[in-house]
């Protein structure tokens, strides 16, 4: 516990130096809360911009924070200096993670405050499960890639995905209908209800298996790559 | 504290490590020299636990480094340039961040800071310091929670005669503190002023071993007296009963400005071992 402590302590001490991975987590609340008390269209939906910006928050900056942390500890060998202190992998994995996750929760309590209140703690729990997903998945592509180079380069297409289709569903049916097996469209038709209403058996099954998948993934690449 | 019997290691076919033995009692400060790609390097991780070897045994602290747990590896303090700093973070938050991972008292890393020299530099950041700042940055980490034994890949290599003299001090009065230290390095003078005992490393395997000036002694081949004389002449005389009579009376003369003999210095010796230079291929 004690070395997870450290290994979170030196991420937040981080977090206003590294700019770029700042921007991520301060960007899509920042946004949304802007653009939200600026627009106000007649015909609008309601919240429009903040679950807007809610999926593409989870589909990019626990997964570019993630992959660009651990890649960047690899590429710049602290990592080493870190398990000849007596860091086990899982440690270091898990104060990373920790790490990305609560500062996220921190900009999804942020978003939340446009909503009714009714609806803040279930919007800001959709988002944490959202987060989990996505911030083991940027574990993976971190302990996968050999630099940050590499890493970006993994990332960039993986945000797209996720966090673009998803938008771009709601103009189109037919992209809506093939998205339904990413966790982003899942949550992003949670938040259009705001409930678990319309969340069906097989709702939750793509979920599921979302998650089952990533974390397949994650344990292929650590038992494949480790932490080298 | 560290010994290593008959120890080697291949990467693919490439046998780096042909079969070396050494042992190094505690409080000493061993040096190895060698070439770049002799293997000083991969002879430290293997030491270290970072890398696995073929044969031989090898052990530290009296148990083979694999077999080390990760708190017995907590009393190694390693500095080498593949271990990386904290670029965004300061000297002081570098230092704190393995402070707290070996519980070391945080007012500790200004007292480090200051014996090392960074204490003006506490604040800057790890990525606008000179190399030689870096390079005691580096060793004040390595040596920030007294480690029982401690290596340094070329801890001077590249850097300015002040700095290195100041990390000579520092590496020797770590000594004085009761750590044994195992250092690399290209520099025969550093070798000879700081090690207890050394090894010339070429293609695998120790060429010579021992203290430094027995090995000088050793290759002393021509055992002659060299004297420069105060009318500007030079004189060499054999170190026989013959000369004896000769240098007695050029002493008594006063006319002798200096005096030596010609044992050879450690890089000259080491030419003659390998028949390359040292440093020829930096
Ligand atoms: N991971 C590796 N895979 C394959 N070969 C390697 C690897 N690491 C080192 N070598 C080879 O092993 C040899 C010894 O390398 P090493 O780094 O130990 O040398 P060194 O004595 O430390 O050199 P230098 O003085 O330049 O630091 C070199 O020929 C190098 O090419
Ligand atoms: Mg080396």
């Not at chain 1, 106000?40 to 903040?50: A, G, I, Q, R």
């Not at chain 1, 038992?223 to 080298?228: A, D, N, Q, S, V």
């Not at chain 2, 070396?20 to 390097?41: E, R």
């Not at chain 2, 004297?227 to 002449?233: A, E, F, T, V």
Request: proline fraction near 3%; aromatic fraction near 8%.
């Amino acid at each position: 516990m004690h070395n997870i402590m450290v290994i979170i302590k030196k991420q937040i001490r981080d977090t206003f130096k590294n700019l770029t991975i700042l921007i991520q987590f301060v960007l899509f609340p920042l946004m949304s809360i802007i653009m939200e008390k600026m627009i106000k269209l007649d015909n609008m939906p309601e919240h429009f911009f903040t679950k807007l910006f809610a999926v593409m928050y989870i589909g990019m900056a626990p997964l570019m924070a993630a992959a660009s942390i651990i890649a960047e500890e690899k590429e710049k060998n602290t990592l080493r200096v870190l398990r000849m202190a007596d860091i086990k992998p899982w440690q270091y994995l898990a104060g990373t993670g920790i790490y990305v996750w609560t500062i996220c929760m921190v900009g999804a309590a942020v978003m939340s405050t446009e909503l009714d209140a009714s609806e803040r703690l279930f919007f800001t729990g959709v988002m944490g499960v959202g987060f989990l997903l996505s911030v083991v998945a940027g574990a993976c592509i971190g302990i996968f890639a050999k630099n940050q180079m590499k890493a970006t380069s993994l990332v960039m297409p993986c945000m797209m995905v996720l966090s673009f289709v998803p938008m771009f569903s709601q103009f189109n049916g037919k992209v809506k209908d093939a998205a339904v097996i990413l966790y982003t469209q899942q949550l992003r038709n949670i938040f259009d209800e705001m409930s678990l209403k319309a969340f069906s058996g097989t709702d939750a099954v793509i979920l599921g298996a979302n998650a089952l998948l990533c974390i397949l993934l994650f344990v292929l690449a650590f038992r494949k790559k480790g932490l080298e | 504290m560290i010994r290593c019997n008959g120890l080697k290691k291949r990467y693919g076919t490439h046998e780096v490590l042909k079969g070396i033995s050494f042992d190094i009692p505690a409080g000493h400060i061993f040096g190895l020299l060698g070439p770049s790609g002799a293997g000083k390097t991969t002879l430290i991780r293997i030491l270290t636990g970072q890398l696995s070897y073929e044969e031989g045994e090898v052990s530290v602290m009296g148990k083979r480094p694999e077999r080390l747990s990760g708190k017995e590896k907590k009393g190694f303090g390693i500095m080498m340039d593949s271990f990386g700093l904290y670029e965004r973070f300061s000297c002081e938050e570098n230092l704190a961040v393995f402070a707290d991972l070996y519980d070391v008292p945080r007012k500790r890393t200004g007292e480090i800071l200051k014996e090392v020299g960074l204490e003006e530099a506490a604040k800057r950041k790890a990525s606008d310091l000179s190399k030689g700042m870096r390079s005691r940055l580096q060793l004040a980490r390595a040596f920030m929670h007294t480690p029982e034994i401690i290596f340094l890949d070329e801890p001077t290599s590249g850097l300015d005669p002040q700095t290195m003299k100041a990390i000579h001090r520092i590496i020797l009065k770590k000594k004085e503190e009761g750590c044994t230290i195992f250092l690399t390095t290209h520099n025969m003078e550093e070798a000879a002023k700081l090690c207890d005992e050394i090894a010339l490393l070429n293609e695998g395997t120790f060429v010579e071993e021992g203290k430094p000036e027995e090995i000088c002694r050793r290759y002393d081949h021509h055992r002659r007296i060299k004297m420069h004389l105060s009318d500007g002449s030079d004189s060499e005389f054999d170190r026989d009963a013959d000369s004896a009579e000769q240098i007695y009376e050029l002493l008594m003369s006063g006319k002798v400005v200096t005096i030596h003999s010609t044992e050879p210095t450690l890089e000259t010796v080491f030419l003659e071992l390998t028949g390359r230079e040292l440093e020829e291929d930096r």
